[in-house]
């Protein structure tokens, strides 16, 4: 399996993130701009922002929960060379889980959706992650 096929979705993931702290940073400058919102209400960290700049940067922050986890895997799969079609579609499932839970969660947010789609990132994350330590085990083992 070639590297730039592993490491696709890791740059998909990477640009969500990216996208969704430059949708957030300008919203924010819009915001402050306009005075819906005061410096001195969101200096130390307040939550005064508007609903949907809040929207947007918890959508934002959710980018550094779980895919940490599948970044990880991917440099644990690169090194032990055991990325292969398998990982790399499940690799695709979870990031496309990611895009779908981002727009949920930065339109409707109807928070049954979301919870679905994090929910089925979660299980093919699990599933990946089961599948590496197995073959990982394996090799060790030499089954």
Known sequence: MSITAILLPVYVQVALTLILLLWMGSSRLSSLRAGEVKVKDIALGERNWPGRILQVQNAYHNQFELPVLFYVLVV???????????????????????????????????????????????????AMWVIFGIRVLAAETGV
């Open 76 to 126: 644990l799969a690169l090194i032990t060379r055991k990325a292969d079609m398998l990982f790399v579609v499940m690799s695709w499932m979870f990031v496309t889980s990611r895009l779908v839970h981002a727009a949920i969660h930065t339109t409707s947010n109807k928070v049954a959706l979301r919870f679905q789609a994090f929910v089925v990132g979660v299980l093919i994350l699990a």
